[in-house]
């Protein structure tokens, strides 16, 4: 068996034991680097799509993604982009490209065995919200929930009437053009929506405790619309 096969093989065998595991995912003709940690009691798992520049290593949605998982819900933290097409700029930008790859990944995670029946909902930061939103209108009923961090929603354009998921818009309250563009984009949404304005945050929420609101906040979201639905 090659070591493709091996990865494979692994990936279909990780436990839903809390603790996070290596994951390789195939999308898009490449081979996109995760962490995925399910909880043994979790109705669903959350897909972090990253902001323009992060990746899966980022300390603001790692610290989101500890908090989830205390309340019950698994993560899935991956890059959206390969190391080497991180380095082209325009690359970071191309909503239409980190869809795609979120797309892939969400369909991947879905199709092992194990991980049947669970619920999907993504978190997404930045232009991460923006692929987070059209993916979850590309498909439907499949996403149950949705938040975005200081996100830009406004990016998704055309998409956000399509969106069924309900979607949580998480803004700081001194990140005042980001502020407009969220209420726009709230404005264009059709499905159950919510959009909270964090006191003091900027955009990076790295004022005491607003980090801390963003997390439990998400964690309330995803609480109340991932269920299992496993037989």
Do not use: C
């Not at 325009?90 to 239409?96: A, G, Q």
């Amino acid at each position: 068996m090659d070591g493709r096969g091996r990865d494979s093989r692994l990936e279909t065998e990780i436990a839903h034991d809390g603790r996070e595991h290596p994951v390789r995912i195939p999308a898009d003709g490449v081979t996109l680097e995760g962490a995925l940690a399910v909880p043994a009691e979790a109705g669903g798992v959350v897909l972090f799509a990253h902001g323009s520049g992060s990746s899966r290593h980022s300390p603001r949605n790692n610290f989101v993604a500890r908090v989830l998982r205390n309340a019950g819900v698994g993560t899935l933290l991956f890059d959206l982009l390969t190391e080497k097409e991180d380095r082209i700029y325009e690359t970071r930008f191309d909503i239409d490209l980190l869809t795609r790859r979120l797309i892939a990944a969400t369909r991947w995670f879905t199709e092992q065995p194990q991980h049947r029946g669970l619920a999907v909902g993504y978190f997404g930061s930045s232009t991460g919200a923006a692929s987070a939103l059209r993916a979850a209108a590309a498909l439907g009923p499949a996403v149950g929930a949705v938040v975005s961090r200081g996100g830009r929603p406004d990016l998704a354009g055309r998409a956000l009437p399509h969106v069924q998921s309900p979607t949580l818009l998480i803004v700081g309250g001194d990140d005042l053009p980001v502020i407009d563009l969220n209420q726009q984009a709230y404005d264009q949404m059709k499905a159950e929506r919510g959009l909270k304005i964090i006191p003091g945050a900027t955009h990076l929420f790295e004022e005491p405790g607003t980090l801390e609101e963003v997390a439990r906040l998400a964690a309330d979201w995803f609480q109340r619309h991932l269920r299992v639905k496993r037989d």
